[in-house]
């Protein structure tokens, strides 16, 4: 089993920028990559970044160049960098860690103001 811890959510304004973080935990051997989603009030959960074990990276098509995933393997976290924010960027974000399964943490919510 893996655990997910995520924080850093809160209230900014618009063009500002939070940084989320994810602890991970237990059998963390087992994990190959990790990865942030968001699901907005009414919509479905998506795919907003990923790093695999070695560090490659991928991105939603309407973050880039604004979001930056990053990970410590000496301190099993994940973070995810998220500058320019917009309105549109306001959902509950959740770490996703995959391996022989998937394990989500318990999500903290980004709410960006105009």
């Known amino acids: 089993q893996v655990q997910l811890v995520e924080s850093g959510g809160g209230l900014v304004q618009a063009g500002g920028s939070l940084k989320l973080s994810c602890a991970a935990s237990g059998s963390i051997f087992s994990i190959n990559a990790m990865n942030w989603y968001r699901q907005a009030p009414g919509k479905q959960r998506d795919l907003v970044a990923g790093i695999t074990r070695v560090g490659s990276t991928a991105y939603a098509d309407s973050v880039k160049g604004r979001f930056t995933i990053s990970r410590d393997n000496a301190k099993n976290a994940v973070y995810l960098q998220m500058n320019s924010l917009k309105p549109e960027d306001t959902a509950v974000y959740y770490c996703?860690?995959?391996?022989?399964?998937?394990?989500w943490g318990q999500g903290t919510q980004v709410t960006v103001s105009s």
């Open positions: 996703n860690a995959f391996g022989t399964k998937a394990y």
